[in-house]
């Protein structure tokens, strides 16, 4: 079986599920070469991963390395110019989101992309390969709720997690391009249009760093779409009972609801407390499949020469969406896209 040698940039928690993937779970991808700036990371791909090969330095992984292609995923701000310093390396690339951090950046990864037809890209937008949202795009398309004209959001993140999240306030771009880039990729897939304007507004309760650090613990969004359609998106950090992800699409025929509540598995316990349904803890926990079956249509992609579902124009679109979003935001406006 022909292999895809892959050399991944990045091992923190989302870099570490990916390249558990590929060096275990992927029989036809072969993890060959790490690289990161953190010595404690470098351990880890030596004594965890078996990869002996590993960099501080980007560039010299790309000079250097046995391999086919980069698995990115690395601080946001960095994805663009280490996409086109590996596609002009002649490598493959899988980045993971956002594409970029402003539009400018993302257009630079466009260019490099364009440059480059022959060799894959594929951006890591992990929720299209979920099976309920993948399930849910195929009845849209078959007609199950006959047109979709709104598609409402939640995605709040756990209240164990928040220190990290106010360590994170001030660099994060603000909530909006830091928790909804999902969402907002989802709700372009699901109606099948662009958004036109948008209306947005936040908050902060419980943690006031977050006000401090310019930013908020809650967002909420409104976006009308070039056919009429609507989205709606609520972004949040301090879910006090896990990982809370929920989408609604609704037809002029029906409605499909995605994880009503977010459970983490079948199980309810019967107590004191009533019946009680245990929520999912964490993304990794939540989409672990669906950053499997991302990577297994990466490397396919690329051994067989096809295109994969996900482009640099999703996470060009979509990034500029959030800015505008965020601009919303700060302004109290309406923006117009």
Not at 66 to 71: E, F, K, S
Not at 153 to 178: C, M, N, Q, W, Y
Request: charged fraction near 25%; include cysteine; aromatic fraction near 10%.
């Amino acid at each position: 079986m022909k292999k895809l040698r892959i050399g991944i940039a990045g091992l923190g928690r989302l870099g570490k599920v990916h390249a558990q993937n590929i060096a275990f779970k992927i029989p036809n991808a072969e993890l060959t070469a790490a690289c990161s700036i953190m010595p404690a990371e470098l351990e880890y791909a030596k004594n965890e991963l078996g990869v002996t090969d590993v960099y501080t330095d980007y560039k010299e992984m790309l000079a250097k390395a046995d391999i086919d292609a980069v698995v990115i995923v690395t601080t946001s701000s960095e994805h663009c110019w280490q996409i086109e310093a590996a596609l002009d390396a002649g490598k493959h690339v899988f980045s993971e989101k956002p594409l970029g951090v402003d539009v400018d950046q993302c257009k630079q990864a466009e260019a490099a992309v364009e440059r480059h037809p022959d060799l894959t890209f594929m951006l890591g937008f992990m929720r299209r390969y979920d099976k309920s949202y993948s399930y849910a795009k195929k009845q849209i398309e078959a007609g199950a709720i006959g047109t979709p004209y709104l598609v409402k959001a939640t995605g709040i993140d756990p209240e164990a997690f928040v220190d990290g999240a106010i360590r994170f306030a001030k660099t994060s771009g603000g909530i909006f391009l830091d928790m909804a880039i999902h969402d907002i990729d989802l709700m372009r897939w699901f109606l099948g249009c662009e958004a036109t304007e948008v209306y947005a507004m936040g908050a902060t309760f419980k943690h006031p760093e977050f006000k401090e650090a310019g930013d908020d613990e809650t967002g909420v969004a409104v976006y009308k779409f070039e056919n009429g359609a609507m989205g709606m998106v609520h972004v949040g950090r301090t879910a006090p009972y896990g990982y809370h992800v929920e989408t609604e699409i609704v037809g002029t025929e029906g409605t499909i609801r995605i994880s009503a509540v977010p459970e983490k598995n079948l199980a309810k316990i019967y107590g004191p407390n009533g019946v009680c349904t245990e929520c999912v803890g964490s993304f990794p926990e939540r989409f672990e499949e669906a950053y499997l079956i991302e990577m297994e249509e990466f490397v396919n992609c690329t051994l067989a020469g096809t295109k994969p579902g996900t482009t640099v124009y999703d996470g060009t679109k979509s990034t500029a969406i959030g800015y505008a979003t965020t601009e919303a935001w700060r302004t109290g406006k309406i923006v117009k896209l």
